[in-house]
C-alpha cells in the first residue's frame, strides 16, 4: 500500500489537472493489487475498503467522509480502475486526499486565502468596452454582487478596468462571516477549488449555498473567455485545458451539493 500511496501523491500534488496528466504520463501506473472496493464504516464516518482494508491517503490518515453519499463515490473511483490505478480518473479521491491532508491542518490559511480572493474577485472588475460585453458582465454579475450585500450585508465595490481596487473592510468582514458557516475541511477545499477555477470567492460562496448551479457558476466565471471564443475561437490544447478544468468545477459542486444535503 505505501508504494500506491507514494505513486498517487506525486500524481495528485500539483494543482494544474493538464501537469497532473503530464506527471502520470512520465511514469508508470501502479498496478491494481485489490479484487474488490467497497464502503465501510470507520472512524470519523465512512471509508473505502479494498479488500477488507481501509485505504489510507498519502499522509497515511484513514480516507474517510461523514457522508456515505461521497465515501460511495470514492468507492466507485476505486472500483473502476482497472490492470492499474490511474490518479487521473480519480478526482474525487484527489480532493478528499486535500481536505484530509491538507486543508484540515491549515484551515486558518485556506479560509484566509478565500477571502482574499473576494478582494480582488472576478466580478468586480468589468469591461468598459465593447457595450456588448459590458451589458452582458452587469446583467450576469450584478445579481451576485446583489446577494452578497441583501443576503450577506457584502457590499463591494465595482470598477471599471484591471487596476486595483482596495475592497472595504467591513465587506471582507461580512463575506468572511459568510463564509464562517462553512468552516470544515472537505467544504473549505471544494470552496477553494471553485475559488481557483473561477477567480472568484463570490461565486464559490454562491454555490455552497445554492443559490446558483455549477452549470451558471461555470458561465458566469467564463463570460470574457467565451466572448473571446465567439470573436476568435480557442485552439485544442486551450480547449482541453479547460474542459479538464470544468471536470474538477463540477467534482467540487457535486461534492458541496451532497455536503449540504
Known amino acids: 500500500m505505501r508504494d500506491i500511496l507514494d505513486d ?3 500524481a495528485m500534488s500539483d494543482a494544474d489537472p493538464v501537469r497532473r496528466a503530464q506527471i502520470q504520463m512520465k511514469r508508470a501506473l501502479p498496478k491494481r493489487f485489490y479484487k474488490e472496493a ?36 470514492l468507492s466507485a473511483e476505486w472500483q473502476a480502475q482497472a490492470e492499474e490505478v490511474d ?13 484530509i491532508d491538507g486543508v484540515s491542518t491549515n484551515m486558518d490559511a485556506v479560509f484566509d486565502e478565500i477571502v482574499r480572493f473576494a478582494g480582488t474577485d472576478l466580478l468586480c472588475y468589468r469591461a468598459d468596452s465593447p457595450a456588448e460585453l459590458v451589458v452582458r458582465q452587469r446583467e450576469s454579475w450584478d445579481p451576485l454582487i446583489r446577494w ?12 471599471e478596468g484591471v487596476m486595483h481596487q482596495e475592497q472595504p473592510v467591513l465587506a471582507l ?16 477545499a471544494c470552496l477553494h477549488t471553485v475559488t481557483t477555477l473561477t477567480g472568484s470567492a463570490i461565486v464559490a460562496l454562491a454555490l455552497a449555498e445554492g443559490f446558483i448551479d455549477v452549470e451558471r457558476a461555470w458561465t458566469l466565471a467564463h463570460i470574457d473567455e467565451d466572448w473571446q471564443i465567439e470573436h476568435w475561437g480557442t485552439d485544442e490544447e486551450a ?5 479538464m478544468r470544468r471536470e474538477e468545477m463540477e467534482i467540487a ?9
Open 239 to 243: 480547449f482541453r485545458r479547460r474542459e
Open 38 to 73: 467497497a464502503v465501510g464504516p470507520l472512524e470519523g464516518g465512512f471509508g473505502v475498503l479494498l479488500d477488507g482494508r481501509p485505504v489510507r491517503t498519502p499522509a497515511r490518515n484513514l480516507l474517510a467522509v461523514s457522508s456515505r453519499a461521497i465515501a460511495e463515490r
Open 87 to 99: 490518479p487521473g480518473k480519480m478526482p474525487v479521491t484527489r480532493l478528499v486526499n486535500s481536505a
Open 148 to 159: 452578497a450585500a441583501d443576503v450577506n450585508g457584502a457590499h463591494f465595490i465595482l470598477v
Open 173 to 188: 468582514q461580512a463575506f468572511a462571516t459568510a463564509l464562517s458557516s462553512h468552516r470544515e475541511p472537505l467544504t473549505l
Open 253 to 261: 459542486a457535486r461534492i458541496l451539493a451532497e455536503i449540504r444535503n
Open 8 to 10: 498517487l501523491s506525486d
